[in-house]
């Protein structure tokens, strides 16, 4: 089972590098407000496994705080924007121009990899109701609510109802989006859910959500859910032989 993990892992690398490289360009601009003068960076993951971190772009902020970069993308992308510790979520598409703000922060020179990533607070210009950051964003807000909300009462009171009503407004909230990234998004971020929850047996998981011929590499939902799984696999089987081991 290690194996075939390893086997993904270079697989979603390789996926992940063609979808940058064999693209057309993303353009990323806007203002750095109190940031002039410092080096500003777009990163995503070379892969959802190991994590490590892949740079796309960067450039340094001109002395009126402006800042463009480029990034050739072939497909629906999370990324990320960092400027020293401070960090802000994107979600970036092919041949897309996005106009951003970043407002002023008290960066700390030189010594961003001693702290903890702090929220790089962006806002978008121009951008129209549909796009994807909005979606998301409006997504995992309901979402981390209604967990916050509802999470003792499916866990320990086993009382799915709640979930499937929650579905179905979802379901009816964005029936008119035909993004597929963002379905996916919003269905993995349920089926985690599931799993963490244990509403479905392992085996019930695999046959709803795993397809080996349709694999999302790409999106950041998707591998969540699949590292979830996996990582309670693996922590399973070790489980297992500490138990031989200990006969």
């Known amino acids: 089972m290690y194996k075939i993990k390893l086997i993904i892992t270079q697989i979603i690398f390789v996926?992940?590098?063609?979808s940058i490289t064999i693209a057309q360009p993303t353009v990323i601009s806007g203002v750095a407000y109190n940031a002039m003068g410092k080096k500003i960076h777009l990163v995503t993951y070379e892969d959802y496994i190991s994590n490590n971190l892949l740079e796309l772009s960067s450039t340094v902020i001109d002395t009126a705080g402006k800042f463009t970069m480029e990034v050739p993308l072939s497909s629906t992308c999370y990324a990320s924007i960092q400027i020293d510790e401070y960090v802000a979520d994107i979600y970036l598409k092919p041949?897309?121009?996005i106009?951003?703000?970043i407002a002023p922060e008290q960066y700390d020179e030189g010594v961003a990899y001693l702290f903890q990533p702090k929220l790089l607070n962006i806002t978008f210009s121009e951008?129209?109701?549909?796009?994807i950051n909005l979606l998301i964003y409006e997504f995992n807000l309901i979402y981390d609510n209604f967990i916050h909300d509802n999470f003792k009462k499916i866990y320990y009171k086993r009382n799915f109802n709640i979930v499937d009503s929650f579905n179905l407004c979802i379901s009816n909230k964005y029936n008119n989006i035909n993004d597929n990234y963002f379905l996916d998004y919003v269905k993995y971020k349920m089926a985690n859910f599931e799993l963490i929850t244990r509403r479905k047996s392992k085996s019930?998981?695999?046959?709803?959500?795993?397809?080996p011929?349709?694999?999302?590499?790409?999106?950041?939902?998707y591998m969540e859910f699949f590292n979830t799984f996996f990582d309670g696999y693996f922590n399973g089987i070790a489980g297992k032989i500490d138990e031989v081991e200990l006969v």
């Open 15 to 18: 996926v992940l590098y063609l």
């Open 95 to 97: 041949h897309k121009k």
């Open 99 to 101: 106009i951003i703000n």
């Open 127 to 131: 951008i129209p109701p549909d796009d």
């Open 204 to 211: 019930d998981i695999i046959k709803t959500y795993f397809d």
């Open 213 to 221: 011929e349709n694999i999302k590499y790409n999106n950041a939902a």
